[in-house]
Structures are given as C-alpha cells and as structure tokens.
C-alpha cells in the first residue's frame, strides 16, 4: 500500500483530504503543520509528500528543501492558494515536481497523486539506457539524480527534471510537442497546464548551464534539443 505523508495546517481540509485519500486505497500520514511532517518523513519514509505551502513551524517551502538534500527523487507535490508564475517557478526551482492550486476539485487531486506515483515506480527503469548521459557539455547522472554542467557544483533533479532530459537527448534534433511531453513525462490524462511543462523546461536548462541553450523554444509547437 502507497503511503503518503500529507500536511495541511487546516483541519477541515486536512481531516476530509486523509478521509478521501484513504478511500482510495492509500496509507496517509496526516500532519498539521511542517515540523511534524519532517518528524514523520524521519521516521518513516513516504512514497509522496503532499504539502500546503503556507503552515506553522515551517512551510511547505521548508520541508521541500530539507526533503530534497535526502531524496531527489521522492515525488512532492505543493497544494496552494499562491498560483502567479513567480510563485510556481519558486515551487519547481525548490524541487516540487507539482503543484495545485486551491481550490481545486477533488478527481484533479487524485489524478495528480496517481500520475506522480506511477512516474515514481517508473524511475528506476530510467536507468536502463545506462548510468549517465549528455546534453551537449553537461553529464546526467541517472541513478544519482544529478547534473554536471562543468561551472557549477553537481545539481539534483527531479523525477520529472531527468524525465525530461532523457526525452531531449533520445530524440536529438527533433521537435518535441507540449502535449507529447506531457504525456510521457507527466503521464497520459495530466491535468496540468502546460505552464507547469514550461517552468519545467526553465529550471533544467539553468541546471545545465551553458549547455541549456541547446533546448530551443518552437512557440505554439514544443521544444527541441539542437544538434
């Protein structure tokens, strides 16, 4: 059974969130505020962490970025009323792999829980292909969860940050569209915006340094890896 460690300081939502979670088969770790989410991700560790962002002791940012330094790989996703663009690059750029806004409907909740939970099992397949790879100067760590870019210290990603990048180097010079990349990286049905795909792209290409700017920009189509 799926465990996942949920923290919300709202105890309404959270006590008819960890009712609707459980309902579904999951193994759910409710906590009010993100001091005791970290406790509880130390003491046992979840398959996904859903977060409010704005909690008492620390917030949803806090806990992400001290979840991260253990585990880049384990699936966070952010629950906020805190939606501008600014504040989803901070999501995706503290490692968050998603993010929904509130309020939201319930079906878009759980079909965000399941995608992530399945590109979490899928992962470690990633490493078929082999150990590392390149996008242009820059080295991708496959089991590790790291990028060497040559300028910088080694930078981890996401489940979906890696996802990503193998989709652009197996598919060199071709153009990638939105709706592809969503589908394979964040799993057929997401029912995401391609914004998120976007800030997405943004964050690899600054892990990648000089390298980044091989990830070219097809307006109204997708992106491309140029060879």
């Known amino acids: 059974m799926a465990r996942i ?29 993100g001091g005791e989410a970290l406790a509880e991700y130390a003491r046992r560790r979840p398959d996904l962490m859903l977060l409010d962002v704005m909690m008492p002791v620390k917030s949803g940012y806090d806990v ?11 699936p966070i996703v952010f629950l906020t009323a805190k939606s501008a663009e600014e504040d989803v690059v901070l999501s995706l ?36 292909g082999g150990d590392t790879f390149r996008i242009g100067t820059a080295v991708v760590d496959v089991r590790r969860f790291l990028v060497s870019n040559g300028e910088d210290p080694a930078q981890p990603l996401t489940v979906r940050e890696l996802g990503l990048l193998r989709m652009f180097a197996t598919h060199p010079g071709e ?30 290409r600054r892990k990648l340094g000089a390298s980044g700017q091989l990830i070219e920009t097809l307006r109204g189509a997708g992106y491309r890896l140029s060879v």
């Open 64 to 74: 992400c970025v001290e979840v991260r330094r253990a585990d880049p790989s384990l």
């Open 5 to 33: 460690l949920f923290a919300e300081d709202d105890e309404t939502l959270r006590t008819a969130l960890e009712a609707t979670l459980e309902s579904e088969g999951y193994d759910v770790c409710a906590c009010k505020d």
């Open 175 to 204: 153009v990638l569209m939105r709706e592809t990349l969503l589908d394979e990286v964040w799993g057929e049905g997401y029912a995401g915006t391609t914004r998120t795909l976007d800030q997405h792209v943004v964050q690899i």
């Open 93 to 128: 750029g503290l490692g968050a792999d998603d993010f929904i806004a509130k309020p939201f409907r319930i079906r878009e909740l759980l079909a965000r829980v399941s995608a992530a939970m399945r590109r979490s099992r899928a992962a470690p397949q990633a490493a078929n």
